[in-house]
């Protein structure tokens, strides 16, 4: 495996330094990035210096490096986790043959859909965070975000060093693409559903980057599985910086419930929203709208996609060597949940063939990582005296994609007519009226080293062990 090459204009363990055509494909391809970045990223902040995290190595100790830098000159950089051994393909009709280091002719077109995919999320999640700086509740939180930002954008580079390393010229032209399209852009939007909401304040930045982040973490350790092994090698190391991504998500929603709890401690008897604090409705609600926006990202419960690519060795199972079975899937089956057949409503438990119900195994995991953090939050808001339960919506609720998206029900999971769930849609989604309250919490940045907003609670330490009061961003 080449060494890490910290001295070339793109730093990498790839072997650019031997590779002139890759390097200068590349090359040519890193200006255009940089002015993405400058006209949609972070706004208002390419002159700070931020104290931030730069990958410099793939070893598990001393991978990075934190300094403060102008994110312009980011050193936004292609690395792969070191090599298995002898790897071989761990699942499908190739299970046990070695695996391919280059794309096979017949896999190339799912492959490079399943990347462009991948890689369309990771500059869309930057276009949606773009203006979040102006409302920071501190200055940990700020670089928290561009932290989080400026991966994200690695994660891109990762991406694109697949396509254009492996797929010649329909590779270069989609990562071209990559940079022209845009979250939320009505004639170039970008590729899947929740990646074009608007990411309207913090708490909807919590919110993203605990259940749409932790997508990201299913999905990338689906694609570690993957039988190509520069894909699962790359997987590998984005899912490094990822854990951090969800840090920030559960630790921000852990610290807005402790100030929200604080205060309802103090006022059990106030209107909560008087008091300046996210109140736990509202919270509520922005959770039912990020986890059933995030449940569609899974796709369809039933896909021939995800059967095709699982028995093609491209897309496997969440920690798939740890399941035991036969990993091709010939006979298994998998329970899931469909709407009942007939008038009256309601669901049923149905069997199908596994291979066919991969995305809904996803889901399940995802599922029951997710309700780790409502547990916590729930008791934290218990051990204050707050009278109410956080709750993850059903699974049916709100759904654009799959199996439940033509039916209507209440987070319960109570099936009614289309007319009364829009009529009722207001008391469980986010409306335009919660979107301003929450906002009116966040009216100006806090930028005083050590100072947080009043609706969220500081966190217990700061990064790199310097102190929660570290002048974590510098303005110019
Ligand atoms: N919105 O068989 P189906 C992350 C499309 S997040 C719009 O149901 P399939 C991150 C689908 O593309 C992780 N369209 O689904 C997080 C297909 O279209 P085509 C991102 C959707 O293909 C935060 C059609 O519907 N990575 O990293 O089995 C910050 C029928 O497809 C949606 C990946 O997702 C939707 N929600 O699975 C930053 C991994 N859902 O092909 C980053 C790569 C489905 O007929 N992607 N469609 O035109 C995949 O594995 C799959 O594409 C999906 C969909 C799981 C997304």
Redesign the pocket.
């Known amino acids: 495996m080449a060494g890490v090459d910290l001295d070339q204009r793109i730093p990498n363990n790839v072997g650019l330094g031997d590779d002139r055509r890759l390097r200068r494909a590349l090359e040519a391809w890193q200006p255009a990035y940089v002015e993405w970045w400058r006209e949609a990223g972070p706004v208002g902040l390419q002159t700070s210096d931020v104290y931030l995290r730069t990958a410099i190595d793939v070893d598990t100790g001393g991978w990075a490096h934190y300094d403060y830098v102008k994110m312009p000159d980011y050193r936004w950089g292609i690395f792969l986790a070191p090599p298995t051994r002898d790897r071989v393909i761990g699942f499908g009709d190739r299970k046990g043959e070695p695996v391919w280091q280059d794309v096979p002719g017949e896999h190339r077109g799912a492959l490079r859909?399943?990347i462009t995919?991948?890689g369309d999320?990771?500059p869309?999640?930057v276009e949606q965070q773009r203006h979040l700086g102006a409302t920071c509740p501190s200055l940990y939180d700020l670089r928290a975000l561009l932290q989080v930002n400026v991966e994200?954008g690695r994660?891109l580079w990762a991406m694109v060093y697949l396509l254009h390393a492996y797929f010649g010229r329909d590779g270069r032209d989609e990562a071209d693409a990559l940079l022209e399209r845009r979250s939320g852009d009505a004639d170039h939007p970008r590729?899947?559903?929740?990646f074009n909401e608007a990411t309207t304040d913090w708490l909807a930045f919590f919110m993203?980057t605990y259940f749409?982040?932790r997508?990201?973490k299913f999905?990338?350790a689906a694609?570690q599985e993957s039988g190509f092994d520069p894909l699962a090698r790359t997987c590998r190391f984005m899912l490094k910086e990822e854990s951090y991504?969800m840090y920030v998500g559960e630790s921000g929603l852990t610290r807005v419930v402790q100030r929200t709890a604080e205060v309802l401690r103090e006022s059990p008897d106030a209107d909560p929203r008087t008091l300046g604090i996210i109140d736990p409705a509202t919270f509520q609600k922005y959770l039912n709208f990020h986890y059933s926006v995030t449940l569609?990202?899974?796709?369809?419960e039933v896909?021939?996609?995800?059967a095709n690519w699982y028995s093609m060795g491209l897309?496997g199972r969440y920690r798939e060597g740890r399941i035991d079975d036969d990993h091709r899937l010939d006979s298994a089956v998998y329970s899931l949940l469909r709407p009942a057949e007939g008038e009256g409503g309601g669901f049923a438990m149905d069997e199908a063939p596994a291979l066919n119900v991969l995305?809904e195994r996803l889901r399940d995991d995802f599922i029951a990582d997710v309700e780790t953090g409502v547990r916590k939050w729930n008791r934290i808001l218990g051990e204050a005296g707050v009278d109410f339960e956080l709750r993850l919506p059903h699974r049916a609720f709100n759904r654009q994609?799959?199996l439940f998206r033509d039916v209507h029900v209440t987070p319960d999971g109570d099936g009614i007519a289309e007319e009364e769930w829009r009529r009722r849609e207001s008391g469980w989604l986010p409306t335009a009226r919660d979107r301003e309250y929450v906002a009116s919490l966040m009216p100006q940045a806090v930028h005083e080293p050590g100072r947080f907003a009043n609706w969220i609670a500081p966190p217990e330490r700061g990064v790199d062990r310097n102190p929660v009061e570290f002048e974590y961003v510098r303005f110019a």
């Open positions: 859909r399943i995919v991948q999320t990771e869309a999640s994200e994660h590729i899947l559903g929740a993203f749409t982040d997508d990201g999905q990338l694609l991504h569609d990202l899974f796709g369809a896909s021939t996609n995800s897309k995305n994609i799959g």
